[in-house]
């Protein structure tokens, strides 16, 4: 495979299938291009097989199937550059399966996950100051403190234009479209027109104007339909203006459509909630405070936190005081309490460098985005947790009547502007309670993730093997199948090369051999291997999984990670792979067998993990 033209391969792909416009959609799994045709009549099935690089061609699942090997990943990018197919980061970012709910959480926490550290570093960067000004080690108004200021919450401030980059390449569209879009909400033109609070009009058409800086739902709704925009535009212009014009109608018709409708939708929901919760603390404080406390970061998810802002801002003006502050300091702290339980109790080392600096920034800044996108909401019971911490310690802050006499963010720093208005021992029971809550339930009923590198103690270590011969270890226990018995005709038939298949047991896979990981889907379902001694092995989760698109997988390596025989590789669920009408099968093939003397199954039965499987002469 070495020698051959990817690019050209990719090209000769879909030519033969029927050009660009036959194919509805592309992916890749870990061999193979799967590509859903229009018309499958139209495509050239033995010419494929016989271009260099494909081994085969299947049809299965209403997908044409071009098998590849190893080197798919290579073909798929360069498809990406030829065609509007995408790139791997837009394919591998498919949404799960599961309820509305779920996927949404999923999409959300997916789109920020590309920016979790830049998020996670500039939340600590603006707990730091907050600190700096609280001691009085700093002031607001000098200079040093302005620049440093900006640098912190630059990325907030603009956060619509990042979250625009890793939106379009989940939706497919043009990454540099989206951002013009995303920043044409945020130009300083369009802030002033939200601020000045005077009617505003598009061609003689009301727009209802909102702030969209530090803002989500917006501009993923936004980029969505931007994806769907550009599709349509690039089927029906010609190709000699398509280049051009596309991106000029998409930003012409996306920022008004996004302004004229997300605007007004979002403030009358928020403006809505607002008076209603502003009303309910006339008569039942503690019910508005549970509301608040409760709800506060599900509304800033969906940003519908920009209603209260005007009443807030309009009760320090008058009153002098807030009494819809009060709840959000529990429900803040609720958050971090979570996250902080997350740092101390998972086992994912990655997870858990996350967790701590995001929990210090939401407990001492207030700022909750880095580890709510990249903790609570992805393990979910954290973020539910959270939620009930703050309902309670909302409504024991709303009886107390606890307010906020300056316009701060909700934090431990910023407890002194909650003193002079309502009990303020009250407040400090709701924080202690909120905290509580959610830090116990998180850490004893939270999600329990394994170890980055956990290895399984009860493996057998893999035995010596002889000069010029490698052994290779079983990476599940469960009973033997022959490779040319699995229900997947390509590994039958031993195109991918030699080895065996094992019905698990068990819900762990573990390494086969030592070596570096090659290929790790993110969809959790197949793992490339080459050895140290140059065994190229594969693992595939199941047959056919790839369609399950990471739902029940959970994969415990990356790619390029370091890894030693029989070391954890992934966990899979396998009801829910049974339940979604897929076998279960974990197959190991050598792929480089042609370059190897021979590649002879050791076992037959049953094999336990971590127990010789195959023997590879080189």
């Known amino acids: 495979m070495a020698s051959v033209d990817y690019r050209s391969l990719a090209a000769d792909i879909l030519k033969e299938v029927g050009g660009e ?49 190893d080197n798919v990943p290579r073909v798929f990018a360069e498809l990406g550059k030829i ?10 970012d498919a949404p799960a399966k599961g309820n509305l709910f779920n996927r949404f959480i ?51 401030y603009f956060l619509p234009v990042f979250l625009a980059v890793t939106a379009a390449r989940r939706f497919k569209a043009n990454q540099f479209t989206a951002m013009a879009v995303a920043a044409a909400l945020v130009y300083p033109s369009i802030i002033a027109l939200a601020a000045d609070g005077k009617p505003v009009h598009f061609a003689g058409i009301p727009v209802v104007m909102m702030s969209y800086t530090s803002s989500v739902i917006p501009i993923i709704v936004a980029v969505w339909l931007l994806g769907y925009l550009e ?26 459509l996004t302004l004229m409708t997300v605007g007004p939708v979002t403030t009358f929901i928020s403006t809505g909630i607002s008076h209603g919760v502003s009303a309910i603390f006339g008569f039942a404080p503690w019910l508005a405070g549970a509301i608040m406390g409760g709800l506060w970061q599900v509304f800033v998810l969906f940003g519908l936190h920009w209603g209260f802002v005007p009443l807030m801002a309009n009760d320090l003006a008058t009153l002098h005081y807030s009494i819809m502050f009060g709840p959000v300091v529990p429900a803040v702290l609720a958050q971090a309490a979570a996250m902080l339980a997350v740092a101390l109790r998972s086992k994912s080392a990655k997870r858990r460098e996350v967790a701590a600096p995001a929990a210090l920034s939401g407990f001492l800044a207030g700022v909750t985005e880095p580890g709510i996108y990249g903790v609570n909401l992805p393990l979910k019971k954290p973020f539910y947790f959270g939620i009930a911490g703050g309902a309670i310690g909302g409504a024991i802050a709303g009886m107390g009547g606890s307010a906020a006499t300056a316009f701060v963010f909700p934090s431990l720093l910023s407890l002194p502007a909650f003193s002079q208005v309502g009990s303020f021992a ?9 905290v509580l809550i959610a830090f116990l339930l998180t850490f004893f009923f939270g999600p329990r993730e394994q170890a ?17 011969s490698v052994t ?11 490779l040319a018995d699995v229900q997947d005709k390509v590994f039958a038939s031993g195109a991918m090369g030699a080895g065996v298949g094992i019905v698990p047991e068990e819900d762990a896979v573990y390494s086969p051999v030592s070596g570096t990981v090659k290929a790790a889907m993110k969809t959790g379902h197949a793992y490339g291997i080459k050895s140290d001694d140059g065994v190229e092995v594969l693992v595939h989760i199941g047959i056919d999984t790839v369609q399950m ?7 415990a390596v990356a790619r390029g990670d370091r890894v030693e025989a029989g070391q954890l590789l992934a966990t899979v669920d396998r009801a829910k792979v049974l339940e979604a009408g897929y076998d279960t099968t974990t197959l190991m093939v050598v792929t480089n067998t042609k370059d190897l003397t021979a590649v002879v199954p050791l076992g037959a039965g049953r094999l336990t993990h971590g127990v010789p499987a195959l023997d590879v002469e080189l």
Not at 28 to 47: F, G
Not at 472 to 482: F, N
């Open 21 to 69: 416009e036959n194919v509805s959609s592309a992916v890749h799994c870990a061999t193979r291009l799967r590509l859903r045709l229009k018309d499958e009549s139209l495509a050239n099935t033995e010419t494929i097989e016989k271009l260099p690089g494909v081994i085969t061609v299947m049809k299965a699942g209403g997908q044409y199937q071009v098998v590849v090997g």
């Open 83 to 92: 065609s509007r197919f995408g790139t791997e980061d837009a394919q591998e």
């Open 106 to 156: 999923d999409m959300v926490s997916g789109i920020f996950t590309p920016m979790l550290w830049p998020l996670a570093g500039s939340g600590l960067f603006k707990a730091f100051l907050t600190m700096a000004t609280t001691f009085g080690w700093a002031q607001p108004t000098d200079q040093t403190y302005v620049i440093l200021s900006a640098a912190a919450d630059a990325l907030f």
């Open 231 to 256: 599709r349509f535009l690039q089927q029906i212009l010609p190709s000699a203006i398509r280049n051009f014009l596309v991106p000029l109608l998409s930003i012409a018709i996306m920022v008004p």
């Open 426 to 434: 009250v407040l400090m029971i709701g924080v202690l309670a909120a």
């Open 452 to 468: 980055d590198d956990a290895v399984t103690a009860a493996a057998p270590a893999a035995p010596v093997a002889t000069p010029g």
């Open 472 to 482: 290779v270890l079983a990476p599940v226990s469960g009973a033997v199948v022959a």
């Open 549 to 555: 698109k990471g739902e029940g997988f959970a994969p």
